[in-house]
Every structure is written in structure tokens, then in C-alpha cells.
């Protein structure tokens, strides 16, 4: 049975860079017939799409993310990960790490990391 | 950009009500792309319902999916204890990818 995990920071302070891995058990990161995708809920809000890609080296980001967002994998590691860069209070909430095939379906998540911008 | 809006956006029931989500596409899509998550505090999300009626791997057949064109709905025909949660609808497709902005079922 395939599951993932989000670990990282809960708190960030403002301007800093956050980093998350999500960690793929039971199950490859290197699918033919998957995206690995990142879902933020910001606080108070609705689920964002952050961005997707898959171990083939196919990536996309959500265009309102993009000049601050980097997806990267360690498939030795059955890993993947999202730098988003310059932290702001908008972008606290819960993230969430999953799986998506190539139309943007999602039959698989992870349980959510919650991070906190604040000084 | 198509635009999912969901209604209400607090459902209060008690268990073994029913209870009817709505999804309202901005313009006419594809039914075979709309699917539904149940959301839950400290756990995975859950896919629920994909093509609008299908049922994901493992589901009660109490979550039923329909509607067709620019209107669709998430009925749970009896509420148990644990499907008290927070659902979304998404468009999804080679292109596509929206969200709607919830509806929370909460115990009356």
C-alpha cells in the first residue's frame, strides 16, 4: 500500500525559504504513469495547486508560484521535495504532498504538514 | 478560467440525514472530469468520486456523485460519524485544474 509523508518546518520566519520532502513508502517515486504533486491549503482558504512533475523530468508550477518555487526528487531516496522561496504570512496553511496521474486526478495524499510564516 | 463554486458552505446535519453538495462550473464541462475529496483534520485526503459518478477504490456506496454540463452534486444518501469533513469538487483534465471552494458538513 502505497502512502506519503510531508515532513519539514511548521515555523518559517518571514522571507525565508521553506523546505518540505514527501517521503513515498510501500511504492516507487519513478512511475511511468504519475505526477508527484504539491496542494497547499492556505489558511482560511480553499486547495491551491502548487505544482507538479514527474521522475521522466517533466515539471509545471502554478503560474502565480512560479518565480518562487522548486520541485526536485531523490528517487535513491524515494523522495521528493518543494523549496518555495521568500515566505510570506499569505503563505501559511497546511501542505499537502500527493499523487496525480497525467490529468491532474489525485487518488493518493499525504496527511498535510501545517507551517506558520511569523517572526 | 472556469470557476467551481460549491453551496452551501456549511452544511449542518445530524447522522443518518442525507445530504446533497452542490458544484457549479462558471461554463459547461465535461462531466467525465469532475471529482470530489473529503477532507478531514489529521488525515489524507480522500478521493471520493471521479467522471462525476464513479465511485475511487474503496468507497461507500452511500457517496453517490451526478449532474452533467455546468451543474453537479455529491449526495451522501445516510451521514455515519466519520464522513463529517470538509469536500471539494475539481475540474481536472491533460489542461485543466480547479478547485471549488468547499462545502463543510458539520453534526447539527
Known amino acids: 500500500q502505497v502512502k506519503l509523508q510531508e515532513s519539514g518546518p511548521r515555523l518559517v520566519k518571514p522571507s525565508q525559504t521553506l523546505s518540505l520532502i514527501c517521503t513515498v513508502s510501500g511504492g516507487s517515486l519513478s512511475s511511468d504513469s504519475h505526477y508527484w504533486v504539491w496542494i497547499r491549503q492556505p489558511a482560511g482558504e480553499g486547495l491551491e495547486w502548487i505544482g507538479r512533475?514527474?521522475?521522466?523530468?517533466?515539471?509545471k508550477y502554478n503560474s502565480s508560484l512560479t518565480s518562487r518555487v522548486t520541485m526536485s526528487v531523490d528517487t535513491s531516496k524515494n523522495q521528493f521535495s518543494l523549496t518555495l522561496t521568500s515566505m510570506t504570512a499569505a503563505d501559511t496553511g497546511l501542505y499537502y504532498c500527493?499523487?496525480?496521474?497525467?490529468?491532474?486526478?489525485?487518488?493518493?495524499w499525504g496527511q498535510g504538514t501545517p507551517v506558520t510564516v511569523s517572526s | 478560467e472556469i470557476v467551481l463554486t460549491q453551496s452551501p458552505g456549511t452544511l449542518s446535519l445530524s447522522p443518518g440525514e442525507r445530504a446533497t453538495l452542490s458544484c457549479r462550473a462558471s461554463q459547461s464541462v465535461s462531466s467525465s472530469f469532475l471529482a470530489w475529496y473529503q477532507l478531514k483534520p489529521g488525515q489524507a485526503p480522500r478521493l471520493l468520486i471521479y467522471g462525476a459518478s464513479t465511485r475511487a477504490t474503496g468507497i461507500p456506496d452511500r457517496f453517490s456523485g451526478s449532474g452533467s454540463g455546468t451543474d453537479f452534486s455529491l449526495t451522501i444518501s445516510r451521514l455515519e460519524p466519520e464522513d463529517f469533513a470538509v469536500f471539494y469538487c475539481q475540474l481536472y483534465g491533460i489542461s485543466l485544474l480547479t478547485f471549488g471552494g468547499g462545502t463543510k458538513v458539520e453534526i447539527k
Open positions: 500527493a499523487r496525480g496521474n497525467f490529468g491532474n486526478l489525485f487518488d493518493l
Open positions: 512533475f514527474s521522475t521522466s523530468g517533466i515539471t
